[in-house]
């Protein structure tokens, strides 16, 4: 089975930090994403990489940045965690473009960010 | 990518068939429709995907319009670990993105 794996299930920080949410996926896809999910909000894209070293800002980059050093991992970094930063952090990844058999993407179980 | 149009909520009596229908009728000609469901807690989960004849796997049949216009998501035999949040999605298969509008909450009683 495909695994994208996120390093924490809850964490607890404070305002003003510093924040490594950490992901890592285990099927060699090219496509690693970041999404949050808040209550009536949906999920929604954060960043998004197509290829080591390279990313794409989605609908909400604001407050975040995003590392891809290898291909199988995607690390988001919340600069300076405030409160409004408090949500479920999902990520996923999916195999390349254009496949028609694609299966679309994988996520994670999620990571519960709290900012105190 | 096409907008999509879902019911809020839905409910189903265990074992009966559970129907989740999806509106996209400005889907392009080049575009999949994608179902994922959420369990509470967890990940969204890949269903089943179509681009214009039916599909059946081991979760779910996806029935799609001759027109494309609009389709529906059927659970054969719906059962309480059914109960979630299915996202109806319309996407290009070149283009990785995808979009989550808010979905339908399926709630599946005894």
């Known amino acids: 089975d495909v695994k994208v794996t996120q390093s924490s299930r809850y964490l607890v920080k404070r305002t003003g930090e510093k924040v490594f949410l950490e992901c890592v996926q285990d099927?060699?896809?090219?496509?690693m994403f970041w999404y949050r999910q808040d209550p009536g909000l949906g999920l929604r894209l954060i960043y998004f990489?197509?290829?080591?070293?390279?990313?794409e800002k989605g609908d909400i980059p604001e407050g975040y940045s995003v590392s891809r050093e290898k291909k199988e991992r995607f690390s988001l970094i919340l600069e300076s965690a405030s409160t409004n930063q408090t949500s479920m952090y999902l990520c996923?990844?999916?195999?390349?473009?254009?496949?028609?058999?694609?299966?679309?993407?994988?996520f994670g179980s999620g990571t519960r960010l709290t900012v105190v | 990518d096409a907008k999509t149009t879902q019911p809020t909520s839905m409910d189903c009596a265990e074992g009966r068939a559970a129907n989740l229908p999806c509106n996209h009728s400005?889907?392009?000609?080049?575009?999949?429709v994608y179902w994922y469901r959420q369990i509470h807690s967890q990940g969204p989960q890949y269903i089943i995907h179509?681009?214009?004849n039916n599909e059946t796997n081991e979760m779910a049949s996806l029935i799609i319009t001759e027109d494309r216009k609009s389709s529906t998501l059927i659970l054969p035999h719906a059962t309480l670990r059914d109960t979630a949040v299915y996202y109806c999605?319309?996407?290009?298969?070149?283009?990785?993105?995808?979009?989550f509008g808010t979905g339908t909450r399926l709630q599946v009683t005894l």
């Open positions: 996923a990844s999916s195999s390349g473009t254009g496949i028609p058999k694609d299966y679309g993407y994988t």
């Open positions: 099927m060699d896809h090219e496509n």
């Open positions: 990489s197509y290829d080591v070293k390279m990313k």
């Open positions: 400005t889907i392009s000609g080049n575009e999949y």
């Open positions: 179509g681009l214009k």
């Open positions: 999605i319309v996407r290009v298969s070149t283009a990785s993105k995808l979009t």
